[in-house]
Structure formats: C-alpha cells, structure tokens
C-alpha cells in the first residue's frame, strides 16, 4: 500500500525529542525520507539509530538552527542525498520561563534566536529547492502561549512571531506552488514540559492532571497529536490551505 508521502522529503529542526521525533515517525511510516537536524546529537543518534532499524530513510545532522551556514549546509546535503526537499518542519525550541522582572536578556534571545531566527534560517535556506520545485510544505510550530502565558513573556513573543512569519511566508511563495502554515499546539506530554513542571516544583503527573482539568476533551496532548495536524498540511491535497494557524489544545483558544 502506497504512502501518503512517498517519493517526498521532509525536513524537520530539533527532531530528535518528543513533539519533532513523533513528527518524524508519523512523515516515515507514511513513506517521507526525512532529514533531520539537532543540537542534540546523544540524543539525535539515539532517535535516528531507533528509526533506521525500523528500516525508514533518515539523513541526520547536528546543526544549530541560529547558525546560517549550518543549516544551509544540513538542507543541501539533505537534498543531495534525497533529490529534493518537499516539506520543512521548523519544530526546533527551547524554554527559559520567568517572570519578567526575573528574565535575564540570554533568556530573552536565546529564545528569540531559536525559534524566530532559526525557522527564518531554515525556511530561506529550503525555499530555493522549493521554488525550483514549483512545490513545497513549510509548517512552523507555535504554541497556545502566542495567545498570552504566565512566566512566558520571551517564549509567548516567539510563538506570536512565528504565526507573522507563517502568514508572510504564505503571502509571498504561494504562487511558486508552496503553503505556509503553523500548528499551535497546546499541552502536550513532552521533555519541555517535564522541564516546567520541574521548573515550578511540582511533579510531572501534579503538572499533567492540573493541565487535564482545563482541557474539554479530558485527556492531554501526545506528540502523534501535532504529528496528525503537520500531516494535514503537508499532504499534497491541502494546496489550498495556506497561511493558517491550527490550534491543537483539546479546545478552543480564542
């Protein structure tokens, strides 16, 4: 039975971890060679040693998302190796939570760089391929916090940006045949959000049955659950939807 993206190529930053390894999963078992770069590399030979054994086509790369060069030089290896680069996944992120009167300026952008910075580097660096493709899928990982988040002045910022960026994107390349958009992904169990919960002092079940007691659908989010809805917009049959925000929080979110 044939995949849904087979003969594609997905690019995903910081897949190694949680919401971009299960995104990863879902773009390789429906038939995507993946590329994948990482920061992490214990944990990125970890990921990529456990898909290669499930027999899935992945490039990897420790590449730092803020550095240029790095990601040019990851994608144009990536599309040597696989013949093109279809769908970009910019999920690469990272928290420093404070109050802002508490929020140190390395706080501020280091989480500035990472996700503003680093998915304008990897979408300037894959649109070229995409453009001579007449074809492309750039989805940006935001979060529920653009919409506002205790403790998350840097963060909350960065998310908001990315949904600009997403909706700027879409303006400019969707007649080369490339749709931008952003998923926003509300409480999902991941390595960030043990982070908080340790963070603020609780544990992570405290931290998980707190966050289920806000969520309509009763239960909290898995890494599959963002997988579903980046799937949904790189398929090649979402052509027409372009420059939205998905929020995927169990909920509405105004």
């Known amino acids: 039975m044939a995949g849904r993206f087979d003969g594609k190529v997905a690019f ?47 490039f990897q790369q420790v590449a730092d998302v803020v550095d240029f060069e790095q990601v040019e030089s990851a994608v144009k290896e990536a599309h040597d190796k696989f013949g093109s680069i279809d769908i970009l996944v910019n999920n ?14 390395s706080d501020w952008e280091t989480v500035m760089n990472v996700h503003l910075k680093g998915s304008f580097n990897a979408a300037r660096a894959v649109q070229k391929y995409m453009v001579e493709n007449k074809y492309g899928r750039i989805i940006n990982i935001s979060s529920t916090s653009a919409l506002g988040n205790r403790g998350q002045a840097n963060y909350a910022t960065a998310k908001a940006g990315l949904q600009g960026f997403t909706k700027t994107l879409a303006i400019e390349l ?23 919960a340790a963070r603020i002092g609780i544990s992570f079940e405290d931290l998980v049955k707190a966050s289920v007691d806000n969520i309509p659908v009763g239960r909290s989010g ?18 027409f939807v372009n420059g939205q925000v998905l929020y995927v929080a169990g909920g509405p979110k105004d």
Request: proline letters at 2%; hydrophobic letters at 40%; glycine letters at 12%.
């Open 12 to 58: 995903v930053t910081g897949g190694s971890r949680g919401i971009g390894k299960g995104i990863v999963q879902r773009f390789a078992e429906e038939g995507a060679k993946v590329a994948i770069i990482d920061v992490n590399e214990e944990a990125l030979n970890e990921t990529v040693g456990e898909f290669k054994e499930k027999g899935f086509e992945i």
């Open 92 to 105: 690469a992120g990272v928290i420093r939570d404070n109050m802002l009167f508490k929020m140190t300026d």
């Open 174 to 196: 969707g007649k080369f045949g490339i749709t931008a958009n952003a998923v926003a992904p509300g409480f999902i169990e991941t390595e960030m959000t043990k982070e908080t």
């Open 222 to 239: 898995k890494p599959e659950d963002i997988a579903n809805a980046v799937a949904f917009y790189a398929d090649e049959n979402s052509s």
